[in-house]
């Protein structure tokens, strides 16, 4: 179906900006109230969480794809999706004027990490030469929020590096490159990212004043997604992964535009990294993803302590980020897919004449399906 016609359709039947999208019936639920106060990751990495096709438009859609693929297809490839993600912005504005959770920067030898909560559960990310005065921004989807951090930190923005084409991540990128027109926006060409000037492929380098990141290939939640690691050893301090929608605290993203292998191979780069290295996910869904990883592995005792202590800094809206990758490969179920006790719990046993990896994605593919259905608590 043709994204101009589907918009015709819509408006055909009455739609108009009322609309709210909703990902998969079983696998997402609606929120009560405001976005942020319950606890659920709905939308898992797309930013379309709460919303409702109309039950006339699902069926009108379905005769063509399944319901979850049409919302998809909707948000990705229609105005509608960028209609919805200015709405949004402007209700997170209103909801939560000084964002949705209190973040700290962490600083190591004049560069500065800053976490900028935008929409209801995003994060982007200033990263700051501060010697240099230079920035890089991590998907900017509220503009407004990252141009203030800018002024407060005097810095010129030289860089977006956008991981991946959903508006949740991207919406801010042209306006961003609007005021600031020397910036350069990297991302993977495949995903269609809004204003990119410098498309990237597996392992390209990025420099910006001090700064040195690389940029690695990950598909599987989109097909061109990318994530990025400020190398911190040459300063004296650990590395930093922006993880996107791949990976988050005790989670990691829908596959929206990949296979479970394809998934899999992108989280083995996230594991490959040094223990040391800091996370930095795109959202703020650690409480969910650590009862939904109680569920699952009941018996870890280190997701026990990083639930107890994430409880405390959720019951102040503050910030969970960051982790490191060797506390995530201790209690993230989605980079545990080698645990023996993970298999037992899902009930899966290797084939005798099944590969490991092949296996492993089978383990990595019912996790997802059942975080995709989880209800919490
Ligand atoms: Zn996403």
């Known amino acids: 179906m043709r994204a101009a016609g589907l918009?015709?359709?819509?408006?055909?039947?009455?739609?108009?900006?009322q609309l709210r999208l909703r990902f998969g019936l079983q696998a997402?639920?609606?929120?009560?109230?405001?976005?942020?106060?319950?606890?659920?990751?709905?939308?898992?990495?797309?930013?379309?969480n709460d919303r409702v096709i109309d039950r006339k438009h699902d069926q009108m859609c379905c005769a063509v794809h399944s319901a979850a693929s049409c919302r998809y297809t909707l948000y990705t490839r229609t105005k509608l999706g960028y209609?919805?993600?200015?709405r949004q912005v402007r209700k997170a504005r209103e909801w939560f004027p000084s964002g949705h959770s209190s973040a700290h920067p962490v600083e190591v030898n004049g560069i500065k990490i800053i976490p900028v909560p935008v929409l209801t559960d995003n994060y982007s990310y200033?990263?700051?030469?501060?010697?240099?005065?230079?920035?890089?921004?991590?998907d900017p989807a509220d503009p407004q929020a990252v141009q203030a951090c800018l002024e407060k930190e005097g810095a010129t923005l030289e860089a977006i590096l956008c991981t991946h084409k959903h508006w949740d991540h991207s919406g801010g990128?042209?306006?961003?490159?609007?005021?600031?027109?020397?910036?350069?926006?990297?991302?993977?060409?495949?995903?269609?990212?809004?204003?990119?000037?410098?498309p990237l492929s597996d392992r390209d380098r990025i420099e910006v004043g001090r700064m040195r990141f690389r940029a690695f290939f990950t598909p599987g939640h989109t097909v061109g997604h990318m994530i990025y690691l400020l190398d911190g050893r040459a300063l004296g301090g650990p590395c930093s992964l922006f993880s996107?929608?791949?990976?988050?605290?005790s989670g990691c993203g829908r596959m929206f535009e990949g296979s479970a292998s394809t998934m899999l191979s992108s989280l083995d780069t996230v594991v490959s990294l040094s223990d040391s290295t800091l996370l930095w996910p795109g959202h703020e869904y650690a409480e969910d993803n650590l009862m939904f990883a109680g569920e699952v592995e009941p018996g870890n005792s280190a997701r026990e302590r990083k639930f107890e202590w994430v409880q405390q800094q959720r019951g102040q809206k503050l910030c969970t980020s960051p982790s490191t990758i060797g506390e995530e490969k201790e209690y993230n179920p989605f980079l545990r897919s080698h645990a023996t006790e993970l298999h037992r719990a899902l009930g899966l046993q290797q084939n005798p004449d099944e590969d490991w990896t092949r296996f492993r994605a089978r383990v990595l593919e019912e996790l997802r399906r059942r975080k995709d259905i989880y209800k919490g608590r």
């Open 83 to 86: 209609l919805f993600y200015k």
């Open 126 to 138: 200033l990263v700051v030469d501060t010697e240099l005065r230079v920035a890089v921004a991590v």
């Open 7 to 17: 918009v015709r359709s819509l408006r055909a039947v009455g739609f108009g900006l």
């Open 173 to 198: 990128n042209k306006v961003l490159k609007r005021r600031h027109s020397p910036c350069r926006v990297y991302g993977n060409a495949a995903d269609n990212i809004p204003g990119l000037t410098h």
């Open 244 to 249: 996107g929608d791949l990976v988050f605290l």
């Open 28 to 48: 997402v639920r609606f929120r009560q109230g405001r976005p942020g106060e319950g606890h659920g990751a709905d939308g898992e990495g797309c930013g379309i």
